[in-house]
T-cell receptor
Framework: SAVISQKPSRDICQRGTSLTIQCQVDSQVTMMFWYRQQPGQSLTLIATANQGSEATYESGFVIDKFPISRPNLTFSTLTVSNMSPEDSSIYLC????????????FGEGSRLTVL | GNSVTQMEGPVTLSEEAFLTINCTYTATGYPSLFWYVQYPGEGLQLLLKATKADDKGSNKGFEATYRKETTSFHLEKGSVQVSDSAVYFCALSDPRTGANNLFFGTGTRLTVIP
């Protein structure tokens, strides 16, 4: 398994500002993902964080809005840029561990409220 | 493509009642299937999984059987407790199609009352 630390755990932000969320894993993992969970809804994949290169974004998500870095195997950041109230969500870091069949491990999430 | 259809909630049960949460899937390949649980204020935790047809995943008294013929993976528990109150997500992973992420259902909120 993997232990995933995310911070901040929650924040209240002003419209138009940007916030960076950090994700640290305690072991080397094969893949890292960022998901969004809007209030009362399921999880939507934002992007796959690639080590040392640009992230791979899903349809509907763009780098200018959600820049992602992954400088090494165990750390990644997600920035939510120029925030609006519609960005109020829980953002979850997720990892895949080598040798395990398909499942993902999740951090506790970062709950953002944009005023 | 890949998708998961999950029983809509919320579900409210009395303690010691029997629980079933339905989940059906559509996949282009041979997926692995999962149930995740999200307790209030926490992230998602893997509850159980099954990687091939007829496999039964089980954990903490919960069970789900991978049924290829009905493309289902229903979650069951014989006697729920107040501490089982959470949101439950059914998910699939189909790495053979090149998709490395999980596809999630919409989640089912379970509330167990004493």
């Amino acid at each position: 398994s993997a232990v995933i630390s995310q911070k901040p755990s929650r924040d209240i932000c002003q419209r138009g500002t940007s916030l960076t969320i950090q994700c640290q894993v305690d072991s080397q993992v094969t893949m890292m993902f960022w998901y969004r969970q809007q209030p009362g809804q399921s999880l939507t994949l934002i992007a796959t964080a690639n080590q040392g290169s640009e992230a791979t974004y899903e349809s509907g998500f763009v780098i200018d809005k959600f820049p992602i870095s992954r400088p090494n195997l165990t750390f990644s950041t997600l920035t939510v840029s120029n925030m609006s109230p519609e960005d109020s969500s829980i953002y979850l870091c997720s990892v895949r561990v080598a040798g395990l069949t398909g499942e993902l491990f999740f951090g506790e999430g970062s709950r953002l409220t944009v005023l | 493509g890949n998708s998961v259809t999950q029983m809509e909630g919320p579900v409210t049960l009395s303690e010691e009642a029997f629980l079933t949460i339905n989940c059906t899937y559509t996949a282009t390949g041979y997926p692995s299937l999962f149930w995740y649980v999200q307790y209030p204020g926490e992230g998602l935790q893997l509850l159980l999984k099954a990687t091939k047809a007829d496999d039964k995943g089980s954990n903490k008294g919960f069970e789900a059987t991978y049924r290829k013929e009905t493309t289902s993976f229903h979650l069951e528990k014989g006697s729920v407790q107040v501490s089982d109150s959470a949101v439950y997500f059914c998910a699939l992973s189909d790495p053979r199609t090149g998709a490395n992420n999980l596809f999630f259902g919409t989640g089912t909120r379970l509330t167990v009352i004493p």
